[in-house]
Each structure stands twice: as structure tokens, then as C-alpha cells.
């Protein structure tokens, strides 16, 4: 059984940081891509930023400059640091993983979520 647990969230004000991790464990064969999406209040889920494949990495329009992504491959563990933050950033922030695992092939998971708040 593989699983994305995602770490990280919280209540932080206008300006503020925060970094969430997120863990992809069981019989993983290959990590193919990862990356975050988030959904707001009232809003469809959307691309935060993702690894690629091929290791480029994706940013929606509204983040670039401000959240960085980052992996240690050998941890299956993708990161996503998030600075200047901003009160319409608030949102649940799901991890994403397309990956190749020993019992079930290539499939797409999803993390729990996890609750980011930026206060004004």
C-alpha cells in the first residue's frame, strides 16, 4: 500500500513562511512525478508546482517567486517552501504523486491534505 502523508500546515499571518513536506511511503518502484495542489474555500483544485518526469519543475503564476519546490529522491519526499504569504493563499494543500509501486504499477495518489490559513 503506498501512502503520501503531508506535514506542514497551519495558521500563519500576511508576510509570514511556512514549509510543508510530504512523504511517500509502501513498495514505491519509481517516483515519476510529485508535487502540491491546493483547493480554497469555494474554489476547484489547482497546480501549486510539481516536479516533472523529467525533473522541471511546474509553478502556478500566482506562487512564482514565492514558493519554492524541492525533493530529496532518496526519501521520496517532496517540499514546498512558502514565503511572502498571503491571505488568498489560504487553502487545503494535497500532495500528488504519479509513481510505479511493486503491487500496483503505475498509479496517481493523493495525500490527505493538509490546511494552510494566512491570517491579514
Known amino acids: 500500500q503506498v501512502q503520501l502523508v503531508e506535514s506542514g500546515g497551519g495558521l500563519v499571518q500576511t508576510g509570514g513562511s511556512l514549509r510543508l513536506s510530504c512523504a511517500a511511503s509502501?513498495?514505491?518502484?519509481?517516483?515519476?512525478?510529485m508535487g502540491w495542489y491546493r483547493q480554497g474555500p469555494g474554489k476547484q483544485r489547482e497546480l501549486v508546482a510539481s516536479f516533472t518526469s523529467g525533473g522541471n519543475t511546474n509553478y502556478a503564476d500566482s506562487v512564482k517567486g514565492r514558493f519554492t519546490i524541492s525533493r530529496d529522491n532518496a526519501k521520496n519526499t517532496v517540499y514546498l517552501q512558502m514565503n511572502s504569504l498571503k491571505p488568498e493563499d489560504t487553502a487545503v494543500y494535497y500532495c500528488n504523486a504519479d509513481l510505479y509501486s511493486i503491487a500496483y504499477g503505475r498509479k496517481t495518489y493523493w495525500g490527505k491534505g493538509t490546511l494552510v490559513t494566512v491570517s491579514s
Open positions: 509502501g513498495s514505491i518502484f519509481n517516483l515519476n512525478a
